[in-house]
């Protein structure tokens, strides 16, 4: 899907009608429409290796702020390339009800971190909040996790390069031979659903069955109160 900024201005690639993204301010899988193009000359005078464009979302008619590295300069057009960086990211959401505290405080700075596109950071913060995980549930516990985590790769078919780094941040120590791995884009979003499917298996939906169970004990006992005294008269 070649981009391109155009000597008369305007902006075009091959798929304008379905050039689609997460919206960061309404969260919709929306259209976008480039607003804010770059100057033909200015880059053309000064040649940045990167550059900046502002869509609009045609859900809610917000500013996305996408930075496009450039491929190449030629006389007529200015080549932009595909893998370009969203500067703000959709808010991730998660139920942090059934969380410990330090836990919650931990993996929500990892969102923060993802959110702001700072992927490195993001998995440093993963590895300090598994790290809590499993003081929180022992050997045993981080055993079933690491089963787990070979469940989500057969389920979700994630290639084995990429589990191998998901595999090294969550469960190697910092003093581990190869240190924390350098994180991509890919890589990032796969750690992310490994992170959310692990909290939420290990607490979350813990929390809700044991309130569900609770509640059904309440009710039934509830039920069997009048029962009693009826008898009793």
């Known amino acids: 899907m070649p981009m391109f900024v155009e000597k008369s201005g305007g902006f075009q690639h091959d798929h304008s009608q ?76 998660f139920d942090f009800t059934y969380l410990p505290e330090e836990t919650e405080v931990l993996f929500r700075e990892a969102l923060d971190c993802y959110g702001m596109n700072a992927l490195n950071a993001f998995a440093s913060m993963c590895r300090r909040t598994m790290q809590r995980v499993f003081h929180d549930l022992g050997e045993t516990g981080k055993m079933r996790i690491f089963e787990q985590c070979n469940e989500i790769r057969e389920l979700a078919e994630v290639e084995s390069t990429i589990f191998n780094v998901v595999r090294r941040v969550l469960f190697d120590t910092d003093a581990a031979r190869e240190g924390m791995p350098m994180i991509k884009p890919v890589e990032a979003g796969v750690l992310m659903e490994f992170m959310r499917d692990i909290l939420y298996e290990t607490y979350v939906r813990k929390g809700r069955l044991q309130q569900a169970m609770m509640m059904r004990r309440y009710v039934a006992e509830q039920a069997e109160t009048p029962l009693q005294n009826g008898s009793r008269g």
Not at 50 to 77: I, S
Not at 84 to 93: G, M, W
């Open 18 to 93: 379905h050039f689609a993204l997460n919206c960061p301010s309404c969260g919709v899988f929306a259209h976008m429409t480039a607003v804010a193009i770059p100057s033909f000359a200015e880059l053309s005078r000064f040649k940045p290796p990167e550059t900046g464009l502002v869509f609009r979302c045609d859900n809610c008619n917000a500013p996305v702020f996408l930075r496009f590295p450039v491929k190449a300069y030629t006389e007529d057009l200015i080549e932009l390339s595909t893998n370009f960086v969203e500067l703000e990211r959709p808010k991730e959401s």
